[in-house]
């Protein structure tokens, strides 16, 4: 597997893995699909868009973008999306630590996650082993695809030590 920036190429697989998750209901707070259009504008739109590429593809991504505007525009935003037949193989966690290095490359110095389901066992803890700190809980923030509302989890990281 190698971490790199998308492609144009890579555009298909990374709707189709994208669109996995937000159909889940259960990580992202999207509810509408991408198609080829919306796809190419969205990753386009973003700072930096990583992959993970195997053997078969794609078989992850991520997308970074400012998580505010102006005077808190140094505070970074990120979303990883790993196909179901993928997880478990450590894709998310190389993921993760390469978005860092992003962040801190495009002039970044905090790591902000503004709702981590609480319970993403498995992000919640991989964040918490590379070092972001959890800042609370926001009750029912996230309302899951079968309309039950669950608990968010902020997490942030500061990147000048990275």
């Not at 190419?40 to 973008?65: M, N, P, R, W």
């Not at 495009?106 to 503004?114: D, E, P, R, S, T």
């Not at 609480?118 to 803890?125: D, M």
């Amino acid at each position: 597997m190698i971490i790199r920036q998308y492609t144009p190429g890579d555009e298909e697989q990374m709707i189709a893995v994208w669109n996995e998750v937000v159909k889940d209901g259960a990580a992202f707070p999207q509810e509408e699909l991408l198609d080829s259009e919306s796809g190419k504008a969205f990753f386009s739109s973003q700072t930096y868009c990583g992959v993970a590429e195997t053997d078969d593809g794609i078989a992850g991504l991520y997308i970074l973008h400012p998580n505010y505007i102006g005077r808190c525009g140094h505070i970074a935003n990120a979303s990883y999306a790993v196909a179901s037949s993928q997880r478990g193989k450590h894709i998310g966690e190389a993921l993760v630590l390469d978005s860092l290095q992003q962040a801190k490359r495009a002039g970044f110095l905090i790591m902000q996650f503004n709702a981590v389901v609480e319970s993403n066992l498995s992000a919640r803890h991989l964040y918490e082993r590379i070092g972001f700190t959890p800042r609370g809980i926001i009750p029912n923030g996230f309302r899951r695809k079968d309309g039950q509302f669950e608990n968010i989890c902020p997490y942030i990281l500061e990147l000048k030590n990275r």
